[in-house]
């Protein structure tokens, strides 16, 4: 992991907030899901994202280097490939 030297206080709700700068490079939009990781003392973020990137389905999903593709696209790459 690598330190951003951002620091964020925590409100009396417990929530926290993630500067415009990161989410616009981690392509974080209002409303949208995250999800939470905890290892020993270390609480860790992610963009929720339970479909495909290309098309959407939530069928036969294969996480690839950290995106989501369906079975179906991954035949259609190797398809237009060859």
């Known amino acids: 992991m690598k330190s951003t030297g951002i620091v964020r206080k925590v409100d009396e709700l417990g929530r926290i907030v993630l500067p415009i700068e990161l989410r616009r ?10 999800e939470i990781f905890v290892s020993e003392d270390t609480i860790m973020l992610r963009k929720y994202q339970p ?29 237009e490939r060859s």
Do not use: H, P, W
Not at 25 to 34: F, G, K, P, Q, Y
């Open 25 to 34: 490079t981690l392509d974080i939009a209002e409303r949208d899901a995250m």
């Open 51 to 79: 479909a495909c990137v290309f098309c959407d389905s939530s069928k036969n999903i294969i996480s690839y280097k950290g995106k989501n593709v369906c079975a179906a696209c991954i035949a259609n790459l190797a398809a």
